[in-house]
């Protein structure tokens, strides 16, 4: 009795695909790793955006940046890889300050935004300018504040170096911790 050849061809074909699959196992590209995505990669992406956030019917705040990318799971949080900008708004709906960093990062849950590398916050009212590496926006308590070295630059040209600064989220009102030195920009 000789087995027909369909039989012979289907058994080879099964045969070879079982050493295939066994084979070409990868620990990385398993279905229990498909079932617990790890988050290398957003949710969601976007790009050249332009969000805009109201209170009580007027513009309060603008934000714009080339690229977000929006996470999920446990820890929800949002960045901004390409850069930021943020500009607030007085009641009369007028530009008050300019807030613009080479990345950002907001958490969801904390309501705590933070700017990194190259950030400068200008009060465009009074033409005063903020640079740091690294700021914090804390949206709850409506103010931004850092922790690491600033450099203030009034308007008339006077720099004051200091630890960090306080102000409120519009950066109408402001202070520099230990504040040192007062260059006049044109002895530079």
Known sequence: MSIPNHIIKSTLCIIMLGVFFIACKDEEFSHDN???YDGKYPDESA????????????????????????YAGDSPFTDCPEGIQVISYDIAGQPESMLTAQYAISEEHTQRMEAQHNVIITNLKKGDTIRTEKIVWDQRNRRIYSDVN????????????????????KFTKYTVRHPRGEIIADDL
């Open 34 to 36: 498909l079932l617990c």
């Open 47 to 70: 790009r050249n955006i332009r969000l805009t956030y109201s209170d009580s019917g007027r513009l309060s705040f603008q934000i714009t940046s080339p690229l977000i990318n929006k």
């Open 150 to 169: 600033v450099r203030q630059t009034r308007a008339d040209g006077t720099v004051y170096l200091g630890d960090g600064f306080d102000a409120d989220e």
